[in-house]
Each structure stands twice: as structure tokens, then as C-alpha cells.
């Protein structure tokens, strides 16, 4: 995106285009003929497809038997997305405020602890809360799984958000302050406005983490009622019996597309994350 | 003043709550966890003592005599055989004469036992002396005793006289729950698999920090930072999809990619190989996918952090360089390398940590195959706590080699929080009133 940081001309921009086309060319592949096997046919042993057909979709309209209805299985990874951010986005939201503005104790304990948390490998929690929640008996339930996968997030939610409100400008609070209200006023009207990107580069983030989530879900919720679509697919691809590649993609799509048009709509968010936001 | 002292407490409060509940509190359980030998077998909940067939195998190297003598029934006159000896309907002076003289006398073999009825008073034929003795068979071996207590006092009651010593003995390897032992971490320390293991894991984290999360990011970030904007941004774009692509959707395409019915076995074909199943067929092409597939995800974070810090640097010095005539590799030796120290840095760090601790893609690409050639350190602690083929769970084992992970991750992050300077990231609020 950088304008051209040199204008001299004794370099070509096609051979490094050509070079860099090349290494890209199996992402290239592997996602155009994602999104083009769900809609064709194509012989055994052939490259390109020879009509086209609807037949891969039928997920949506039937339910296999032994699986998990689809839109079921939809419903539950959307509510399972959506409380994880929501839960994440609201308490990192105050977390990272405190720990920007306001004097508590063991302020700067907290922070480290939260940098050395981020560094904890999620085996870790898996195995533990696996042998928890079978000891109390609470195993296979969502509500289980959005607390751990919050609480894995949150992390990483209050550095960013902290990292966020250290720029807004501590004159709008002292106004706030001046003028009589509260501190919890001048958070939740005047400051909370200004780290409106933070807030969604998080949100988009979260949401996407949770969206594409696996091995959470698949060792703590793995029964029908509360399946995931990660978990449904991973279901799909374990079945050596009954597998139909091109129904496997289909529903590949029919997870993929969300996320797709999720980050075309608010990439330029997510890059506050990607692109160093996380420094802290 | 005091109420922002409050309110912070209260603000920090659900976050506090939420990491030391579902964060803290699993990562100290993990660490209980590891010192037990909990495992399906053993249950999760508290065991039951059992003199079972394996227990007297363990039984037999300490205390032979007494394990072979628990193998054998013994014959005890007691209340409950007294009174099905009635219920049997045979001569009534055989149970009266038994109860008044031989209550409580126990007889180690049938043959001690079948001569003594036959001596009684009232002389049962040989086929009642069977039936009678047949009523006073007590054995230890498989029964269920809830308590130590239970499990002594049907010792006691059956005449072995056992020393409090070997009571406990007999206790520890008939109790079927887990016990605390530091075994899972001398196994660790001795077993060759997880030497095996352990080098996989240094492989894998090498191979990609180097290659991908680091070299490549740094290639992608160079030349896009010199192409015209419109390409930049697609193939930054393209280098992103996989990041952004949920786990199970882009590892499923790469095995459509290397499958024996994909999409290379195809192209293969074409030039007369026959389909093989590339991801799967030897360790090398293992590695190599595997190797391919989390570099591919780990680029796109190296090549925006690089990205972003080479947009810092300040154009006047490329311009400067040029008007002395340097080439574009000049450029990049002199001026963009120098400047990307810390970022490099600060992705080897960060990157290390995520490599350590990732087994997703993995699991779901190789699972760890062929044989055991690309099953790293996270990855061997899910197989064995979680789901192994052999199908007993090695709770105990895995969280033990899970806290390994735990303990590193945290050497090397305090160590990360020094190289990058905390103190300037955690300097004062800037109201404290």
C-alpha cells in the first residue's frame, strides 16, 4: 500500500509479480477449487469440471444420517461466537480501562501476569478443565466451552484495549471529571466512544477466533446438541465410511463465507490487531 | 480520592474472577494433576480396594507367600454359612454341633476343612461333606472393599496375620484409585519416546519460525513494500486467507491437495504416477506438508508486523541511498534490515511461544503420523491425556507433560517482558486522583 518509496527504473516489477504468483499459487488452487467443487461435477480423475450441479448442497436441505442437523449445529456456532465476544468485549473493555487510567493495587503485577498468561498453552487448560468438568459432572455443555474460550481470550482482549485507551487523550476524562460526573460516566459516555476501533478490531477478532474454534468445542462439547461447525466438519473428514469430498467442501464453503464477508467488511479493524496492535 | 480506587476494583473485578477461575485455576490443576497416576483405569473420583489377579501379580515380588495364599480360598466357620448350612436341610445336629464348637475357626484348604466335618458327630456322607464345605468358602480375591478398614478386618477374619507393615503393602497395590507419585516425571526424563517427541517439537519450531514466520514474512514484506499498491494488497490479501480461514476448512484443503484421490495424485496421474497419498506416504513429505501448512498461517502475522515497521521507516533515507546509486539490494542491506531488528525480534519471541504451544493443525493434517514422525510436544499431551488409541487416558502423564509446557512457555515470556523493556509498559496511570 506503501506509494512507491523509489521511482528509479532499473528494476522490473513483473519477474518478482511472476515469482511471488508462483509460491502463491497453492492457496490460489486450494481456494478457487473450494469454492468451485461445491457447485460442479467433475470426473475421477480429471482437473476441470464437466457441469454443474446443486447435489453438494443438499446438507442444507437433508440431514445425514447419525449427524447433527446443520442448521442446528449453525445456530449453536453463532451463539457460541457471539457470547464469546460479547463476554470478552465487555469485560476486557473495563479491565483494560483500569488498568490504563485508574490506580488499583498490584496494577503492575496484573499486567505482567496477563502477558505471561497469553504465553500459556491452551493443552494446558484443555486436559484440566476436561477432568473438572467430568469430575462435577457439567461435561458437554456451551456454556462451558464460551467461559474457557473467553477466558483464553481475554488475554490478549485487555492488552489491546489498554493499549487503545493509553491514546485517548486524558483531557476529555478531566473535562468529564471537571464538569461533576463520575469516573464510571466519563468511562462509559466520553472515553468508551473514543476507542470505538479498538472495540471492533477486538470484536472482529474475537468473533473469528470463536467462529473458527476446533479443539475446544471438540474436547468439551462434543455431543450433537451442542456441536460446533468445526466440529461438525472434523466429524466429515474423520468418516472414512460414507465421504463425499465435494459435500465435505460445500459445507466448507457454508463456514468460510461468514468469515469472508466479515473481514472484507472490517479488514481495515483487524489490522489495528494484526499489525502490531497486539505490541501492547 | 477513594472512589476510583473502587471502582477500578469493581471494574477489574469480572476479569479478575474470570482468569483466576477458568485460567489460573486449571493451570494450578494441571499441576496437581501431573503428580497422580490418574487415568481412566483408576477413574478421576476416589478407587476401591480389589484383591484382583494384577494386584497379586504386583503383590508377588514384595510378599510371595502371602500372594499365593490370597490366591486360594479359605474356609471360614462364620454366621452367614452357619445359617445357609440349615437353610440345606441336611441332619440339624451338623449346624448346631458346627456352631457350638467350630464358630469362628477358619481352615486354610478344603482338605482341613472336608476332614473336620467328617468328623463330626452326626457323620455327613461325602457328597454332604462337599455340600456343607462348599458354604464356608470365603475368598478375598475380587471383592470390593470401600475403606481400608474393610479390606483389614475381612483380612483379619479370614486368619492371615499380617504384620501392619505388609497391611499397608497389601493396601497400596490393591487400591484400583489414583495415588500422588512423581512417576510421570521420571518417565518423562527416561522414556525414549519422548526424547523422540521432544526432538520433533525443536524440528517443527525451527523449521518454521525460520522458514515461514520469519524468513518468508520478511521476503513478503520486502517485496510487496516495493510493488505498486494495487498488487501489494492482493497478495498481502492472499497471504492472509489463511489466518482468517477457520482451522478445520484450510487443513481439510490441503489434504484435498495431497490426498491419493487429490488434486497432485491427479496431476500426477497425468504424467503416469500412480495416486498415492502424498500427506501420509513417508515422513518427509509429512514434515514437509506439515511444515507447509502452519508456515502458510504463520507468514501473514511476520509480513504485517513487518510491513507496518517498514511504512515507519522514513522515506527520505530511500531517496538519499538512490541519489548515491545504491541497488535495491543495497537498499535493503543498509536500510530496511538494520531497522527491522526489533520487529524481527519481537515475532521470533511472540512466534516461538505460539509454535510451542499449537497442535491444532497438526491433529487434524497428520495427526501426529506416519508411525510417530510428527507428533510434537502439545500434541503427544493431547494424545495421551485425551484421546489416545489404546484407550486408557493417561491423565496424570499428560498433564505432566502439558506443566512442561506451561513451565517453558513462562521462563521464556518473563524472559521476553525483560528483552522488551516492562517497565516502560506498565509506567503510571496518568490520572490517579
Known sequence: MAERSQPSANYRNWPVITALTIVSLPLLLMYLYLFLDTVTVKQADALLPSGLTINHWRFLWQTTEGKANIWQVTVNTLLFAACTTSLVLIVSSMAGYVLSRLNVPARGFFLAGVMVLHAFPSVTLIIAIFIVLQMIGLYNSLLGVILVKAAIDLPLGIWLMKGFYDTVPWEIEMAGVVDGASRFRVWRSLVLPQVKPGIMALGLFSFLSGWGEFILPQVLA???????????????????????????????????????????????????IYGGGSKG | ???????????????????????????????????????????????????????????????????????????????????????????????????????????????????????????????????ISEQFNRSVLNTRFDSKEQLFSALDSLGFKLTPEQKETVARVTYTGWTWTTDNFS????????????????????????????????????????????????????????????????????????????????????????????????????????????????????????SSAMKAIPKSQFYASEVDGASRWQQIRYIILPQMRWPILFVTCYQTLSLLASFNEILLATNGGPGNATEVWALSAYHTA????????????????????????????????????????????????
Open chain 2, 386 to 433: 485425551l484421546r489416545n488409541y489404546a484407550g486408557n487416558l493417561e491423565y496424570g502423564l499428560g498433564a505432566a507433560m502439558a506443566l512442561v509446557l506451561v513451565v517453558i512457555g513462562v521462563m521464556l515470556s518473563l524472559l521476553y517482558l525483560r528483552v522488551f523493556s516492562y517497565g516502560t509498559l506498565v509506567a503510571k496511570p496518568l490520572i490517579e486522583d
Open chain 1, 222 to 272: 462434543p455431543g450433537n446438541q451442542v456441536q460446533v461447525l468445526s466440529v461438525y466438519l472434523a466429524g466429515f473428514l474423520a468418516d472414512d465410511n460414507n465421504y463425499d469430498f465435494n459435500m465435505f467442501k460445500a459445507v466448507g464453503v457454508f463456514y468460510l463465507v461468514p468469515v469472508l464477508i466479515a473481514y472484507a467488511l472490517f479488514n481495515k479493524y483487524l489490522m489495528n
Open chain 2, 187 to 306: 518417565r518423562m526424563a527416561t522414556s525414549p519416546d519422548m526424547a523422540r517427541v521432544l526432538f520433533n517439537t525443536v524440528l517443527y519450531v525451527a523449521l518454521v519460525l525460520m522458514l515461514f514466520n520469519v524468513g518468508y514474512a520478511l521476503l513478503l514484506a520486502i517485496l510487496t513494500h516495493y510493488m505498486p499498491p494495487t498488487p501489494a494488497s492482493i497478495f498481502r490479501g492472499i497471504w492472509l486467507l489463511p489466518r482468517i480461514t477457520p482451522v478445520v476448512i484450510y487443513v481439510m484443503l490441503w489434504k484435498w491437495l495431497a490426498w491419493d484421490s487429490g488434486f497432485i495424485s491427479i496431476l500426477m496421474g497425468k504424467f503416469g504416477y500412480p495416486p498415492k497419498n502424498y500427506l501420509l506416504d513417508n515422513a518427509y513429505n509429512a514434515w514437509l506438508f506439515v511444515v507447509l501448512i502452519n508456515g502458510f498461517i504463520g507468514a501473514s502475522m511476520g509480513m504485517l508486523v513487518f
Open chain 2, 1 to 131: 480520592m477513594k472512589s476510583s480506587r473502587t471502582l477500578g476494583l469493581v471494574m477489574i473485578a469480572p476479569a479478575a474472577i474470570m482468569i483466576v477461575l477458568f485460567f489460573l485455576m486449571p493451570v494450578v490443576l494441571t499441576a496437581v494433576f501431573s503428580m497422580t497416576n490418574m487415568t481412566t483405569a483408576t477413574g478421576i473420583s476416589g478407587g476401591v480396594y480389589q484383591i484382583a489377579p494384577n494386584s497379586l501379580i504386583a503383590l508377588k515380588s514384595a510378599m510371595p507367600d502371602i500372594a499365593a495364599e490370597m490366591a486360594e480360598p479359605r474356609y471360614t466357620i462364620d454366621d452367614a454359612g452357619l445359617k445357609a448350612v440349615e437353610g440345606l436341610g441336611l441332619a440339624p445336629g451338623i449346624a448346631a454341633e458346627l456352631r457350638a464348637k467350630h464358630t469362628g475357626e477358619v481352615f486354610p484348604t478344603r482338605r482341613d476343612v472336608e476332614r473336620m466335618i467328617k468328623d463330626l458327630a452326626e457323620r455327613p456322607s461325602t457328597r454332604e461333606v462337599k455340600q
